[in-house]
């Protein structure tokens, strides 16, 4: 069974900085993909960041440049997050992807707000 436990979200003020980490255990033979998605109040779960394992890295438009996806080399992403807006206000999720399976975290919630 497939494990993702997220940390790192909190209260920030507008312009502040929060550092998702999500880590990934279990039987996990391969990692195609890893990502994060968010889901405000009211709103649909979308995307925020993906990185493909030996591609690159892909961004919600509303997040590019201040936003920042990692991967170390074992089972864990991470997900810099600079010049907070309240906009960015959600549960985020971190996300996995492995053999045609697409596993779940049980999510972070972040909070910009003065």
């Known amino acids: 069974q497939v494990q993702l436990v997220e940390s790192g979200g909190g209260l920030v003020q507008p312009g502040g900085s929060l550092r998702l980490s999500c880590a990934a255990s279990g039987s996990i033979f391969s990692i195609n993909a890893m990502g994060w998605y968010r889901q405000a109040p009211g709103k649909e779960r979308e995307l925020v960041a993906r990185?493909?394992?030996?591609?690159?890295a892909h961004y919600l438009d509303s997040v590019k440049g201040r936003f920042t996806i990692s991967r170390d080399n074992a089972k864990t992403v991470f997900l810099q997050m600079n010049s907070l807006k309240p906009e960015d206000t959600a549960v985020y999720y971190c996300n996995l992807d492995s053999n045609g399976m697409r596993y779940w975290g049980q999510g972070t919630e972040v909070s910009v707000s003065s």
């Open positions: 990185i493909i394992s030996g591609g690159g």
